[in-house]
């Protein structure tokens, strides 16, 4: 080895260490933790008890017969759909199974699904009847702009004639919303007639047994809108104790 290449090696320090007090180690107390307000925030944003529920009633289902599916008690059901509990990922997964929906379901956002249009030419008038030639009334559903079930709107154009059958809506559970758009229908609810007069607006219980047809030799146009809900949930709110809970907020 010669000189020169000995003089470099011996020449050539090694690369500096920073000192071990020198090293910035962040303390476990100094990490921030998360706000509890805004994880509460973001589960009441996802509204899973609502979603719960929502999938529940598009399938006519009740608390007692979910709980059974999913092993989950009626009572607990029904905490969670009012918000009052939140479900741990088991029992979610439990109750995705019952409904055939991946767990992402439940914390998509809808924002990208609130906006749609339904145009008239690709809406289909659906004749209801006896025969399609001679219908009792033409309907035009525009359910596919809520896939997700729990409102059910449509159009109903009713025909005149009284050899024509009264259109009977099948009994459910919840709300049913009326807009007459155009001439005049005769209401049957429990064997006493209303007549609704154009832009008469009916709300009705869809329990109630109830018939609609065309009162007059004209044709009627309504709006029909169904709200599938559990009873109560409709009620007028007392005034007194909305007041009363104003103050005290």
Avoid: W
Wanted: with cysteine.
């Amino acid at each position: 080895m010669s000189k020169a290449a000995a003089s470099r090696r011996t020449t050539t320090a090694p690369l500096p260490m920073p000192e071990a007090d020198t090293i910035h180690r962040q303390h476990p107390s100094a990490i921030s933790s998360v706000d509890p307000e805004a994880a509460e925030g973001l589960l009441s944003s996802a509204q899973l008890g609502q979603r719960i529920k929502r999938l529940r009633l598009k399938r006519s289902m009740g608390l007692v017969e979910l709980g059974k599916q999913t092993g989950l008690s009626a009572s607990f059901l029904s905490q969670l759909e009012t918000g009052r509990v939140v479900p741990t990922l088991r029992n979610l997964a439990r109750i995705s199974l019952v409904f055939g929906k991946d767990l992402s379901y439940f914390f998509e956002t809808s924002d990208a699904a609130v906006f749609r249009i339904q145009r008239k030419r690709n809406r289909a008038r659906l004749p209801m009847g006896l025969t399609p030639e001679s219908p009792d009334y033409i309907a035009e559903s525009f359910g596919i702009l809520v896939p997700e079930g729990g409102l059910r709107p449509c159009m109903a154009e009713f025909l005149p004639g009284q050899e024509r059958s009264a259109f009977q809506p099948e009994r459910y559970c919840g709300i049913e919303m009326v807009y007459v758009l155009s001439g005049e229908i005769a209401l049957l609810r429990k064997g006493e007639e209303h007549n609704l007069q154009t832009k008469d607006v009916l709300y009705i219980s869809g329990e109630t047994p109830r018939s609609y047809r065309a009162a007059g030799d004209q044709p009627a146009v309504a709006l029909i809108i169904s709200f599938d809900q559990e009873p109560g949930e409709f009620r007028r709110p007392n005034r007194r104790h909305s007041a009363q809970r104003d103050l005290e907020a």
